[in-house]
T-cell receptor, first 118, second 112 residues
Framework: GAGVSQSPSNKVTEKGKDVELRCDPI?????LYWYRQSLGQGLEFLIYFQGNSAPDKSGLPSDRFSAERTGGSVSTLTIQRTQQEDSAVYLCASSLGASGGVNQETQYFGPGTRLLVL | KNQVEQSPQSLIILEGKNCTLQ??????????LRWYKQDTGRGPVSLTIMTFSENTKSNGRYTATLDADTKQSSLHITASQLSDSASYICVVRGNQGGKLIFGQGTELSVKP
């Protein structure tokens, strides 16, 4: 049984370039979440999807950040015109649902994408 | 503002010893509280989940307690092992949809 996978595992880019981070959730999980974890910091919520729609995108730090999900499965987080402060680990998680009790809501995390903006 | 505060920030203990990590929260209304373990370079893994009606939940050598009145939770690790070295994150979910509120984590280091 595959868990949540993310790609690439590491990404080094130049300031000003665009990057795309991919998340493959666990099959059958309808909810998908993106988080950011800066060095020595806690997890910061970015956005979550229920199916293909994003009921809560309040954590996206600026309009350079966007995410989409297609087919209720794969999600892509895009950062445009990257800045050095975007350097962080970007974690994706999925759950059976976003509500309905603890078993439905338990989030399973991927290994993360380590982004370094030079 | 909803907050989840963890203490201590970091902790070093000797192998075989017990330790207790603390989590205080102000999230209201409260739905459930989770403890995650995050190994270096890995994503977090769920250890325990408790709703407001549960006072304690165990998972092997990990025991979590919850006092919903005082909004405090603790994670007790018994007979620590080197593999327990990790960041332990307290996460609280309010009754507001899918967003979870994460604490900063406690960095535990178990030394031989």
């Amino acid at each position: 049984g595959a868990g949540v996978s993310q790609s690439p595992s590491n990404k080094v880019t130049e300031k000003g370039k665009d990057v795309e981070l991919r998340c493959d959730p666990i099959s059958g999980h309808t909810a998908l979440y993106w988080y950011r974890q800066s060095l020595g910091q806690g997890l910061e919520f970015l956005i979550y999807f229920q199916g293909n729609s994003a009921p809560d995108k309040s954590g996206l730090p600026s309009d350079r950040f966007s995410a989409e999900r297609t087919g209720g499965s794969v999600s892509t987080l895009t950062i445009q015109r990257t800045q050095q402060e975007d350097s962080a680990v970007y974690l994706c998680a999925s759950s059976l649902g976003a509500s309905g009790g603890v078993n439905q809501e338990t989030q399973y995390f991927g290994p993360g994408t380590r982004l370094l903006v030079l | 503002k909803n907050q989840v505060e963890q203490s201590p920030q970091s902790l070093i203990i000797l192998e075989g010893k017990n330790c207790t990590l603390q989590c205080n929260y102000t999230v209201s209304p409260f739905s459930n509280l989770r403890w995650y373990k995050q190994d270096t370079g890995r994503g977090p893994v769920s250890l325990t989940i408790m709703t407001f009606s549960e006072n304690t939940k165990s998972n092997g050598r990990y025991t979590a307690t919850l006092d919903a009145d005082t909004k405090q939770s603790s994670l007790h690790i018994t007979a620590s092992q080197l593999s327990d070295s990790a960041s332990y994150i307290c996460v609280v979910r309010g009754n507001q949809g899918g967003k979870l509120i994460f604490g900063q984590g406690t960095e535990l280091s178990v030394k031989p």
